[in-house]
């Protein structure tokens, strides 16, 4: 995974940043950067923030106080030239329906001033990178939602911008489609500052290097995915899966190891689960300075000679911790728990 950029190289600069609705505030004086070569996952539950906050970054929606600027420009007092150095996903990327994908494209050419041959090598690249070719004459009204997503994303990379906001890239996307799409932003993030709102947790992991998560206009978490991981009490955790006739002696031989906190079992049919936490919690080591939990666990297995059915070291959850991080009782008197 890439390291994090110094603030010198940041692109994207947000400070202070509030939206208020009458007498609501849907987003309450949020700060952040993201630098070039960074991807940074956009987290909240609905209604957190997160498209009021992307509008306001690309200059459709002008905040109440605080400020975004693109590659220097203020998003506000010189939108147009904020809005050159940036590609926009909106949410439900909007078209006209009765203009075909290729006519769109060139639409989109004229507005972002590119003409002639300048032109059509965009859209071909974005034709390709996108992989529209087989729709570009077809009404955009009768694409299935994986391809207008597919044109939204088409429109947005067409210039080839420095600075990238995406709301739901992935989403109406089959399996296939979104892999296509993590691998096309992946390979654009090494010259690119990249902003992608997902509902997606598994995306966090396969394309972020940087995670952000947002709820009721707070920021309340800011790191690298491996370091959100390490907040759930999942991290450094081990998980075996045993026969069930197995379950009642693998749980009681595996609270005599030293150091072992609490077991969890989750029977699944004719299979057991055991989750087993140690004392050490999230640390590093597991049960002690020198022992992994891991290793401790394997090498019981191997001396009882049990019939495991799976066996690994668990990374952290990240969905816990966002779940922990968003519900109702972590404000207090209506304010956001430190």
Known sequence: MRTLKSMTDAMIVIDGLTKRFGPFTAVDQISFSVARGEVLGFLGPNGAGKSTTMKMITGFLAPTSGSASICGHDAVRDTLAAQRQLGYLPEGAPAYGDMTPLAFLRFIARIRRLSGAEAEKAIAHAVEATELKLVLEQPIDTLSKGFRRRVGLAQSILHNPPVLIMDEPTDGLDPNQKHEVRRLI?????????????????????????????????????????????????????????????????????????????????????????????????????????????????????????????????????????????????????????
């Open 186 to 338: 992946n390979d654009m993030s090494t010259d690119k500052a990249i902003i992608i709102s997902t509902h997606i947790l598994e995306e966090v992991d396969a394309i972020c290097t940087r995670a952000l998560i947002i709820d009721r206009g707070h920021i309340v978490a800011d790191g690298t995915p491996a370091e959100l991981m390490a907040r759930s009490r999942y991290h450094n955790a081990v998980s075996l899966t045993i026969g069930e006739q197995l379950t009642v002696a693998a749980a009681e031989a595996l609270k005599a190891l030293p150091g072992i906190a609490s077991i969890e079992v989750h029977p699944r049919g004719s299979e057991t689960t055991l989750t087993l936490f140690s004392t050490a919690g999230s640390g590093r080591d597991g049960i002690s300075g020198e022992v992994r939990l891991i290793d401790a666990v394997a090498d019981l297995v191997r001396d009882k000679g049990w019939d495991v059915r799976s066996l690994y070291g668990e990374p952290g959850r990240l969905d816990e911790v966002f779940r922990q991080l968003t519900r109702p009782d972590t404000h207090d008197d209506g304010k956001r728990a430190a």
